[in-house]
């Protein structure tokens, strides 16, 4: 098979990759990976495919009003792949805006890693659900522990983003600039502030170790490893 062509379908599977399916979602990324592999190439070479002219965007579907974990967790996934996100609290949904396949993968990534927290949330939840525990004590643990969660996830995407570059030097100032430019024309885009927390410190603690639990290692072997999530 011709690598032009290899290339094209793997951009093919990555449009799958954020489709409301999970387990075709899964799949399709799944199998982007292995042809990333068979073939010994890399992001890098799926983004240079093609000179990049405009920024793409994804829309996905999460809380009309997204609290301070979801939020952080929006900014760490943008981030790793390089992308901005527009919460629209009006519909819930929440738009990934960079260039080519950057935002397939960032969209893929928000949804596997919020399924994953609020899993291991609840798990934490049940082992400490006592009826010595008020509502807004329990709120106020359950928020901790996401928080917890979040910030370890964060360091870990931020660590392989060092250690693997989504995107090419040169393509750095090339794709930021067409981000620029997609978020202008939208318009007025309003910047949420977070407000400081109050923050039970045990059941932080315990998202933090909890959150390694969570598959983010280097992917793809190869010239330039990217990240991968393990679904």
Not at 189 to 196: A, F, L, Y
Request: proline fraction near 3%.
């Amino acid at each position: 098979m011709e690598t032009s062509t290899v290339i094209e379908k793997i951009k093919k599977l990555l449009a799958l990759s954020n489709s409301c399916n999970e387990h075709e979602a899964a799949l399709a990324a799944a199998h982007a990976q292995r042809l990333l592999a068979e073939h010994n190439l890399a992001m890098e070479d799926i983004e240079t495919a093609r000179k990049p002219d405009k920024a793409d965007m994804v829309e996905t579907t999460t809380a009309k009003t997204m609290p301070k974990w979801l939020r952080h967790l929006t900014a760490g996934v943008s981030k790793a792949f390089d992308c901005q996100a527009i919460h629209h609290p009006a519909n819930g949904k929440l738009t990934f805006i960079g260039v080519g396949a950057d935002v397939q993968i960032a969209a893929y990534t928000y949804n596997y890693l919020d399924r994953s927290v609020r899993k291991l949330c609840g798990s934490y939840m049940k082992q400490h659900d006592t009826a010595s525990i008020t509502g807004r004590h329990r709120e106020l643990m359950r928020q901790s522990y996401y928080l917890g969660a979040v910030s370890t996830i964060s360091r870990m995407l931020d660590a392989q983003k060092k250690t693997t570059p989504i995107t090419p030097g040169a393509l750095v100032p090339v794709k930021e600039g067409l981000i620029k430019q997609a978020m202008s024309e939208i318009g007025n885009i309003r910047t949420m502030h977070s407000r400081r927390s109050y923050i039970n410190s045990g059941a932080y603690e315990q998202g933090q170790t909890d959150g390694r639990q969570i598959g983010i290692k280097p992917g793809v072997e190869g010239r330039n490893c990217k990240l991968q999530i393990d679904p």
